[in-house]
């Protein structure tokens, strides 16, 4: 859902050419294994119920990741439009915000 609120409010335009039907494929594995990781965290591992601060952490690490991930696209959205047709981010042109802290906040988050 944060993803499509996100590529309404500020779209990145490497997203909207046409993919082929391999990096389709591609992108359908590796979102799949993006969540092959934090769903048995939040399930317990094998316990029947996961406890009230495993759940809390888990939420806060992912509110956090997500806001990561959307400030930075904010970011980098607002920088293109800035200087159009170069990738800041990819050349390290944006220094500030989550930029200034870490090369990859995307990726972080």
């Known amino acids: 859902m944060f993803w499509v609120m996100k590529d309404v409010m500020f779209p990145d335009s490497r997203w909207e050419r046409k993919a082929s039907i391999g990096s389709s ?9 993006y969540w092959f990781i ?6 317990g591992l094998g316990i029947s119920q996961p406890s009230t601060a495993r759940i809390v952490f ?15 696209d904010y970011q980098k959205y ?3 439009k ?7 981010y990819i050349t390290g042109l944006i220094s500030t915000g989550f930029f200034k802290l870490t090369r990859n906040p995307n990726y972080l988050g």
């Open 25 to 33: 494929i591609a992108t359908f594995l590796f979102l799949t294994l």
């Open 38 to 43: 934090p769903v048995p965290l939040a399930a």
């Open 58 to 72: 888990l939420l806060c690490l992912y509110a956090g990741g997500l806001v990561l991930m959307l400030g930075s």
């Open 78 to 80: 607002h920088a293109l």
């Open 82 to 88: 800035q200087k159009p047709g170069i990738y800041l």
